[in-house]
């Protein structure tokens, strides 16, 4: 019983002994930040002593990280993947040393076995639910779009094209004339967006998609600047549902955004905890929820909900 007892041990830890490290991307957007926030304020609420490390946005220093978590013997590592290819050896390494790896909020092109779950929203239905919004907004009218994606490679950009390629199919009157990365971020989404109103002519613009909230803000600045009015000469929806984009819905320069939730890391600490203490093995993909919000809704008491929650 004894012998039994001590090998069980170490799976029995209690949250407060765990130690966790967090390989996260960098802070590219308002919902990145705020993912970083919620996660901390997990660990910190059950006790759990979270390693940090932020990448820049670079996936050799998110395995730089992941090898140094490895290194210390940490009990568990979360990894918000900056693409989605690249990461067999790595999680291979964690794998042969024991420590299982929990996936936020982006997939990777690895096998299953090599990680325990994946937290994340279905990134295939959220471009599909924009493409879908659009199709209904426009009702048969002609409708050029343009397109902002996310950062390269990543699961997000790929799935979220994807997503709304298909929302939009046999619709002929929409259309995508430009497509072009504005890598998640507000500054991006500006440049990339100036550039498509420069190629195509403000006027022949009727939509925008954004794969994020941060470059349709970067966007609805490059808009205005053009002496357009965003969210009616061209409408926009995009991904997130950050604060800044349920004030753009409430000023009426902005028309819809697809709900992210921040806080992955509940989902993914709660199942870390089952399986440190007693081996339950979670579900391979603990889905997220996508809710669309449009000026339907009453924005500006979301917003201000959001803002308490210290988004
Ligand atoms: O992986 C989730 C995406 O990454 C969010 O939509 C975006 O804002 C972030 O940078």
Not at 26 to 44: H, I, L, M, Y
Not at 58 to 85: C, W
Not at 273 to 285: I, R
């Amino acid at each position: 019983l004894l012998a039994s007892a001590i090998a069980l041990a170490p799976m029995a830890a209690m949250a407060a002994d765990l130690t966790i490290g967090f390989s996260q991307i960098g802070s590219e957007s308002g919902w990145r930040a705020a993912e970083t926030t919620v996660t901390r304020q997990e660990a910190e609420r059950r006790g759990i002593d979270l390693k940090f490390a932020d990448a820049q946005q670079k996936q050799e220093n998110q395995i730089k990280a992941i090898r140094s978590f490895i290194a210390q013997g940490v009990d568990a590592i979360l990894i918000a993947p900056v693409v989605a290819t690249g990461w067999d050896e790595v999680l291979e390494e964690a794998k042969d040393a024991e420590i299982p790896v929990v996936l936020l909020d982006r997939t990777v092109d690895a096998d299953e076995s090599l990680y325990l779950t994946a937290v994340t929203s279905d990134l295939v239905h959220e471009g599909e639910v924009a493409g879908q919004w659009l199709v209904d907004e426009m009702n048969g009218e002609e409708c050029r779009i343009v397109e902002l994606q996310g950062t390269t490679g990543s699961s997000p950009a790929i799935d979220r094209k994807t997503g709304f390629e298909q929302g939009i199919e046999g619709h002929d009157n929409l259309e995508i004339v430009r497509s072009q990365t504005g890598d998640f971020t507000r500054a991006q989404g500006k440049v990339v967006m100036e550039s498509f109103l420069k190629a195509e002519g403000g006027e022949n613009i009727c939509a925008l998609y954004a794969h994020n909230d941060d470059m349709a803000v970067g966007a609805i600045q490059a808009i205005k600047e053009a002496g357009l009015k965003p969210g009616e000469d061209i409408r926009i929806v995009a991904i997130d549902a950050v604060p800044d984009a349920h004030k753009a819905i409430a000023d009426g320069e902005m028309n819809a955004t697809i709900e992210l939730t921040p806080n992955m890391a509940g989902p993914a600490l709660d199942a870390l905890e089952a399986y440190l203490a007693d081996g339950t093995e979670p579900e391979k993909w603990i889905q997220t929820e996508s809710r669309l919000f449009t000026a339907d809704d009453d924005n500006m008491a979301i917003f201000n909900e959001k803002k308490d929650l210290g988004y």
